[in-house]
């Protein structure tokens, strides 16, 4: 199982805090997870197919395709505006 | 080296954070840095702030944060305290509080710290205007000058 998370405007926009996805249910490359989950409707097409978008895996920020694991934590996110 | 971080509802007091930071005899700069409310952004007025932040991963990030400054400068205390929550025009958001033997470094982490801390950090704002509520927008200016670091 992995767990998704969505914060801020993606949040809003997708209607959605969290997603659980048991094995089977989820693409094992992070690349393929946001295409599967572009296929959910529009909105979150533009979240996940975002230039600005960014993803966190288990905490730790990304701009690389890597392979995601059981217990693994995935965080969608925009640009942060924080100080 | 002491790296104190605390994500908090509740305001500080610059006074009690101010003394933390004193009391070592080799100290000899101590640089801290108050953020606050704006009233005003892109024009438009401002009545409140929300601030959301992504629990573990926030701490995670600030304390990397400090690790790098650690690397660059001699430091002796490092203090940031991020509000989240519901805030307004006037209050104070954000304190970074560094502690070094000289000026130069103290200054130049502090400038560093929150220079990385608003463009790696997991915080986001929502303002309150006349004209409804907004997510407020990364601003290109704080990612150059984080890329100033780089």
């Avoid at chain 1, 693994?72 to 996110?77: G, K, L, P, T």
């Avoid at chain 2, 601030?51 to 400068?73: C, F, N, S, V």
Wanted: hydrophobic share 40%.
């Amino acid at each position: 199982m992995i767990k998704v998370l969505f914060f801020a405007s993606f949040r809003e926009q997708l209607n959605c805090e969290q997603l659980s996805l048991e094995e089977g249910e989820y693409s094992t490359l992070l690349s393929e997870l946001k295409s599967q989950l572009a296929e959910k409707g529009e909105a979150w097409r533009e979240v996940m197919m975002s230039d600005r978008t960014l993803v966190a895996i288990n905490q730790n920020m990304t701009r690389k395709d890597v392979t995601l694991n059981s217990g693994d934590e995935v965080a969608f996110f925009p640009p942060v505006t924080g100080g | 080296m002491r790296a104190l971080i605390s994500i908090q509802v509740e305001d500080f007091n610059l006074g009690h954070e101010y003394e933390r930071l004193e009391g070592n005899k080799s100290s000899g700069a101590i640089v801290t840095f108050t953020g606050t409310v704006r009233d005003m952004n892109l024009g438009d007025e401002v009545g409140g702030l929300f601030l959301e932040h992504y629990p573990g991963m926030t701490e995670k990030a600030l304390q990397e944060i400090i690790d790098e400054a650690m690397e660059r400068w001699e430091l002796q205390v490092v203090r940031v305290i991020h509000r989240i929550g519901q805030m307004h025009p006037g209050d104070r958001i954000v304190f970074v509080g560094v502690v070094s033997a000289h000026r130069k470094e103290a200054f130049a982490a502090c400038e560093f710290i929150m220079d990385y801390l608003k463009t790696r950090a997991p915080f986001w704002k929502k303002e309150t205007t006349p004209e409804g509520d907004r997510w407020v927008d990364e601003r290109e200016s704080d990612q150059e000058a984080a890329d100033r670091w780089l």
